[in-house]
């Protein structure tokens, strides 16, 4: 069974448009968020992590989660057609401990259209 | 800053051979490293956890006789898939943490099997 789930499985949005992702978990033991982003041939890369209710912003990056539903969201505001990737939704049991493992969501395919 | 390196980056061999990758970790220590397989349909399946000093952790489906893992020190880790077969096929990646924090990525290797 998916642990973490990911909506929509891919998104296409005119550039300089908002793009949302969405990112739920169905173990409430996994609350703890990050988001990455693969661009093709490359590994993934993080973005962010959000491990407290609310919002998070990193420069055109918001994530917001709200712990009661164990739902992550990213909205990439005034995409840009680099943005182009796959965006990964990963989650742990526990923040800080290198025990911790990471399980990540099937993934978003997101096309930014010139 | 924080990187990771994995080599090679691709692969061929075949069937029913072995083939060893290599990661390391550059900037900081390694205190747990991840190893993954990316399908090709780019979904991520956990192989095994790996952290200094402790015992390597593998997931259900992954076994040591197949996947064997070194983790000497705190920035290399090494994998080994013994007799590769076609579902073996993949991008490994190596994600290596320092504690708790983000767990950073290599570009993978891309493993073929003829």
């Known amino acids: 069974q998916q642990k973490v789930q990911q909506s929509p499985e891919s998104l296409s949005v005119p550039e300089g448009g908002m793009a949302s992702l969405n990112c739920t978990s169905s173990?409430?033991?996994?609350?703890y968020f990050w988001w990455y982003r693969q661009h093709s041939g490359e590994g993934p890369k993080a973005l962010m992590s959000i491990f407290s209710d609310g919002d998070k912003k990193e420069g055109r990056f918001t994530a917001h989660l709200n712990k009661a539903s164990l739902h992550v969201s990213l909205h990439i505001r005034d995409s840009q057609p680099s943005d182009s990737a796959l965006y990964f939704c990963a989650a742990s049991p526990i923040a800080s401990s290198s025990f911790s493992k990471l399980v990540f969501g099937q993934g978003t395919s997101l096309s930014v259209v010139p | 800053g924080a990187l990771v390196y994995q080599y090679p980056r691709r692969t061929i061999c075949k069937s029913g051979t072995s083939m060893r990758m290599e990661c390391q970790a550059v900037g900081f220590q390694a205190t747990s490293v991840a190893w993954y397989r990316q399908s090709p349909q780019k979904t991520f399946e956990l192989i095994a956890l790996?952290?200094?000093?402790?015992?390597?952790?593998?997931e259900q489906n992954f076994t040591q006789e197949k996947f064997p893992i070194s983790h000497p020190n705190l920035s290399f880790s090494s994998m080994t898939v013994l007799n590769a077969y076609l579902e073996d096929r993949g991008l490994y990646l190596c994600g290596a943490r320092e504690g708790g924090d983000t767990q950073y990525f290599g570009p993978g290797t891309r493993l073929l099997v003829l």
């Open positions: 173990d409430r033991n996994f609350q």
């Open positions: 790996s952290t200094v000093n402790s015992a390597i952790k593998y």
